[in-house]
């Protein structure tokens, strides 16, 4: 190894999303070392029996999505198998890790003791049966027993309408909730779907020794010690009080028994040191054993942090889920509760601060983009991009709603809903005209929802930065930008939670108070076009109206 590269400190973000896991390795320049991603489909569908994209829709409600927890243990392992395949840097150079997990998702640990064993984990390879031996390193190998429920309920899941409406009503209304966790109940939020399980799956409830957030699991799997909870992350969970930064005592007793017990008491903010890496990994991949676990937290969080470099930058992630994110000052929490959510802001850990974060978050994003690709018969995005320029801005009136699964905002509508110039509702649109309908469809509810959040658009944003897999999209990038009226900007990682994880692990181990997120590269992707701009306004009050028709009539 040459001395310049021992001198080299890198740090590794980590981004446990969805469909995939991935990862980045930054120099203290924020020069990208390394990018790695290993997708949940072809052997994860085939050993772990989930579908194509990584999760497992149950076939007798399809409101009810998990992930199995050995996909996350396995994608992980491969994962850095496949980073060290690169031979682009050393592990022993990777001095802090952080990064994030999809939000809302949880674990349930049965027992710490596999965990604890990763701490003092001394590996013993027999050369001549290495093969046999290395798959006794699998991590789902040396966790198998760990775990109280195999299958994680997921933030794509549903299923707990009837759980939410109990924690409303025991809390007094929707509006106390939201003023206390700053949300109203959602399907998808962690409180009603471990009420579910201790309600309907007592068994599996009693048996858990501590719940877990997907973030904070893989931060505890590095550790090899439980992690605890995030202030960001533990905001999507209906049981945190956003403004206390503790956990409310009255939203914990509604959802489970002894519940503090199982999460724990300690909560952190996402940019805290929690200890040194696992032995394990120190042995396995040769991570220096003095190399620092950072706090995880949700992956819009830790894009938030990469991406939000001032209050007028809103961010938007095209995902799985399409999101969206801004800050809000939390002296005034909105007197009427939010089509939203308010969350811990990872970018202060000042808490007379006061500064939430706004998270928006629409489940019918990617995938939805992909089905109707799929529907019109175009074999890549290319060919979108050819159907869409047979037609033009606001689509010769045509509107599009695609909640092919149950949307979150509006909550829990599912179905497709079409619609011509004259507001009438139809079967279906014709292919160019469908192309064009699901993506300003999409970019109008964008629109809507942070205008209802009481976004001043005009007055207090400046630009939208833009990430996840959809963002190298120039056609949507274009149609975002006509429709907000605003100049969008593509960071160089559209994987920005990792890049968050990260930058916040540089921050925390060289003691930097987020200095680092002003200095990301962002690079003008489109500029708004001030004709279309205007003719979206009109469109967007039609949508509007459309939509309030489309959930009333489906009420
Ligand atoms: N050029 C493109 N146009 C539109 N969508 C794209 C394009 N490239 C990738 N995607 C979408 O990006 C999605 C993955 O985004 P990503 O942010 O990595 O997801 P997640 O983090 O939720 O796993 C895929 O579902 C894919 O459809
Ligand atoms: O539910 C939410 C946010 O509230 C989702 O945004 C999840 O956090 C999943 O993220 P992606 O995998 O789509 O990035």
Known sequence: MSNEKV???????????????????????LQTIAEEAVSFNDQFSLIHHVQPNGFIVDKNDNRCITTPVFVFLEALDVLFQKLRNQKKFDFSNIV???????????????????????????????????????????????????????????????????????IEKSIGSAQNLFQITGSKAYERFTGSQIMKIANKTSEIY??????????????SILLGEYAPIDL?????????????????????????????????DKLVHPRTALGTIAKYF?????FNSQCQIVSFTGDNPSSFYALASDAKTVVISLGTSDTVMASISGYEMPKQALDGHLLVNPLTDDRENKLLMLLLCFKNGSLVRERV???????????????????????????????????????????????????????????????????????????????????DL??????????????????????????????????????????????????????????????????IAAQPRHEYTVIYDEMLVRYAKLEDKIVKGTK
């Open 232 to 264: 960001s992350d533990g905001s999507g969970m209906n049981l945190l009080d956003i403004r206390q930064y503790k956990w409310s005592k009255e939203c914990l007793n509604i959802c489970g028994k002894d519940l503090e017990k199982k999460l724990s």
């Open 458 to 523: 005009t007055n207090k944003v400046d630009r939208i930065v833009i990430t996840g897999g959809a963002s190298v999209n120039v056609d949507l990038v274009q149609i975002l930008a006509d429709i907000f009226g605003k100049p969008v900007y593509a960071t160089f990682a559209p994987n920005s939670g990792a890049l968050g994880g990260a930058l916040r692990a540089i921050d925390v181990i060289n003691h930097k108070p987020n200095s680092t997120t002003s200095t990301v590269e962002c690079l």
């Open 282 to 286: 120190v042995e396995r991949y040769g």
């Open 206 to 219: 009693e048996q858990t020794e501590r719940i877990q957030l997907i973030s904070n699991f893989l931060a």
């Open 373 to 455: 690709r799929e529907e019109i018969s175009a074999k890549d995005w290319n060919q979108i991009s050819e159907l869409l320029s047979k037609t033009s801005p606001t689509n010769h009136g045509y509107i599009g709603f695609f909640y092919d699964d149950h949307e979150i905002l509006p909550q829990n509508i599912q179905g497709r809903f079409y619609f011509n110039a004259d507001d009438q509702q139809i079967d279906d649109l014709e292919g160019a005209y469908k192309a064009r309908a699901v993506l300003e469809g999409q970019c109008l509810a964008k629109r809507l929802y942070l205008q209802r959040a009481n976004i």
């Open 7 to 29: 001198c080299q400190r890198l740090y590794l973000g980590l981004d446990l999303s969805t469909q995939q896991i991935k990862c980045i390795v930054i120099d203290e320049q």
């Open 96 to 166: 802090g890790i952080s990064g994030c997990g999809q939000q809302h998702g949880s674990v349930y640990w049965k027992t710490k003791t596999e965990l604890e064993n990763l701490k003092n984990f001394h590996v013993t390879i027999d050369n001549n049966t290495e093969k046999s031996n290395e798959k006794d390193l699998y991590l789902v190998n040396l966790l198998k027993s760990s775990f109280s429920c195999i299958n994680c309920p997921i933030w794509m899941d549903s299923s707990t309408t009837d759980e939410c409406q109990l």
